[in-house]
């Protein structure tokens, strides 16, 4: 199975630039790009759609972008998002927590940089009853703390302990976890967690200081590859400039 992640569009709106920078643009580069260069079997947008506020206007442009490429998609909601405003373009319902399993890979929501104790128990159930010794999960924030300190001390998901103590029931399935909001990007094994943080479509953030600090604006995004027996290999792709 070929996965493809983006995340952190930041998007403003389809003409505006945020913070100097052609959003949209960037997105629709990484997307020609995948097009181009990658087998696609499903296309994780894992958040943080939304420049700063939650904008109908740019869910409905990016939706309607994925939906003309014909890939098979997903997205969850980042902290700069409101899952409420496009959930019904997807299920037809809307939500104020969109939480779903979908082929074998469950895609969380942690929009308010929490999760909600009904999709806890929701997690451990699906846990309880997997079938595979290894498990696939998207979510926007890192379940762990990645030495970034910015965001480490400002914007971290604030259940960790949470996320320890279920790691610890479930010794004997390999977690690989793909996120975003960090704008770095990290590869952390904890115990029988391998968490994998993705950088930005948007903006990367300097990971050697404690202040807000812009390292680069190369836009990215990550190959997941799965082979029949469940092998792993990972690689993040930059749009270094030709």
Known sequence: ????????LHILSEHEQANGIDTAGNFL?????????????????????CFQDPLENVYDFVISTLKATDYKFNIISGNHDQTSMYSHQLTGTKLDE????SEDILFLDTASGAMS???WLWLANKLQHWHKDFITIFMHHPPLMAQVPHLDN???????????????????????VFTGHYH???????????????????????????AFKVDHSIPSYRRINYDEEGNLTTTVRYLFPK
């Open 98 to 101: 969109m939480y779903y399993e």
């Open 184 to 210: 770095v990007e990290r590869s952390i094994i904890y115990k029988n967690c391998h968490l994998f943080i993705t950088p930005s479509c948007f903006v990367q953030i300097a990971d050697d200081t404690a």
């Open 154 to 176: 400002n914007y971290p998901f604030r259940e960790i302990s949470r996320f320890k103590n279920l790691l610890s029931k479930f010794p004997g399935i390999r977690f690989d």
């Open 29 to 49: 580069k990484v997307l020609d790009e995948i097009k181009a260069t990658e087998v696609v079997d499903r296309l994780v947008i894992s958040g943080d759609l």
């Open 1 to 8: 199975m070929n996965i493809i992640q983006i995340t952190d």
């Open 117 to 119: 104790d009904e999709q």
